[in-house]
Nanobody, 125 residues
């Protein structure tokens, strides 16, 4: 499956952004979807994940209550709504797809089979 992330940009602290990740090539609803991010000098960090049907969601501790993951299987797209952004949210954000037959929402990179190219989010103070 091919993944194309978009929606990144420069925003002031306290602002909002909405990232999108469009998928193509396979049956989108066969995949759990996740968002990860990487800041300079840091490991890739789990941000959020959503199950194939969208019922189950999980978030990294640093974004709980501020970010919301959602998906539209009819549009083959997963979204990440980011509110109350902080300078420490500055990173390259990646979407990823995990082929699964369960309702699992993996939080580790090793579970994911496909990755998008990343979109830069910069939050100024």
């Amino acid at each position: 499956v091919q993944l194309q992330a978009s929606g990144g940009g420069l925003v002031q602290a306290g602002g909002s952004l909405r990232l999108s990740c469009a998928a193509s090539g396979r049956t989108f609803s066969d995949y759990a979807m996740g968002w990860f991010r990487r800041s300079p000098g840091k490991e890739r960090e789990f941000v959020a994940a959503i199950s194939r049907g969208g019922r189950v969601r999980d978030y990294g501790d640093s974004v709980k209550g501020r970010f919301t993951i959602s998906r539209d299987n009819a549009k083959n797209t997963v979204y990440l709504q980011m509110n109350s952004l902080k300078p420490e949210d500055t990173a390259v954000y990646y979407c990823a797809a995990d082929y699964t037959v369960t309702g699992a929402v993996p939080a580790t990179t090793a579970h994911y089979d496909y990755w998008g190219q990343g979109t830069q989010v910069t939050v100024s103070s």
